[in-house]
């Protein structure tokens, strides 16, 4: 009797464990129940409980306030938006540490991160960076229809000097002369879209850097019957 009861309670624990399912519960308060598949940086993709055959959802980390596991563990998230909110060093600006790599308190960001962030909670200066991006395209373009035009040029000049033939040198001569009218033109375009470029870092720390910001910290509490978040102003 003892055995069958002993095998009884292990077969009900392995039946809680496989049936048991991650609980999603997202900055709305929304509660989804899912099998999560995966969890990333800035995604976590799932199904959901009721059809675990069907499509996979993807739900973006910022929306998301915390994760019960249906194992009983916790995760709490914290999104860009908060971790910008919360003042954890004594510096509070955005800085370039390196060609590839940018500090913001505890946060280290890629180029692409730092774009990102800059779209998403500082339009002014994600706008700059826009503009100065669009230059310094057009510089580029500049420079390679010069260069375009130079070989073109250089072409020409070649066969009307061998051929003797002055119609075609002339030709060459005036896209050699265009050429390096783009080459010329190219170098303020280029660096006028850097500098703007550049300078979208200063108007973020000027207008949109943490100490710019009301100081918002945040207590996470979890209880028996959920998760609770309280802001201190």
């Not at 550049?198 to 996470?220: E, H, I, R, Y």
Request: aromatic share 12%; charged share 20%; hydrophobic share 45%.
């Amino acid at each position: 009797m003892r055995r069958f009861f002993s095998l009884f309670v292990l077969v009900m624990l392995i039946s809680v464990n496989i049936f048991a399912f991650d609980i999603i519960i997202t900055r709305d308060s929304e509660r989804i129940e899912a099998k999560i598949e995966v969890v990333s940086a800035y995604e976590i993709h799932y199904k959901k409980a009721s059809n675990l055959e069907g499509p996979t959802f993807v739900i973006e980390t910022s929306k998301v306030a915390s994760v019960v596991y249906g194992n009983g563990e916790v995760q709490v998230f914290n999104s860009l938006e908060n971790v910008a909110k919360e003042v954890k060093t004594s510096q509070d600006i955005m800085y370039l540490e390196n060609d590839m790599l940018y500090r913001y308190g505890d946060l280290k960001l890629t180029h692409t991160e730092y774009v990102w962030y800059l779209m998403k909670y500082c339009p002014s200066a994600y706008e700059q960076y826009r503009a100065g991006d669009k230059k310094v395209s057009m510089g580029q373009a500049f420079l390679a229809a010069g260069i375009l035009s130079d070989l073109l040029g250089a072409s020409f000049v070649t066969i009307g000097v061998l051929g003797d033939d002055s119609a075609c040198t002339l030709v060459g001569s005036s896209f050699l002369i265009i050429g390096t009218g783009f080459e010329i033109a190219c170098i303020p375009v280029w660096i006028k879209g850097y500098r703007q470029r550049a300078g979208a870092l200063d108007t973020f720390n000027a207008t949109c850097a943490k100490n710019n910001q009301p100081k918002v910290s945040m207590d996470v509490k979890i209880k028996s019957n959920g998760v609770g978040l309280a802001f201190n102003f």
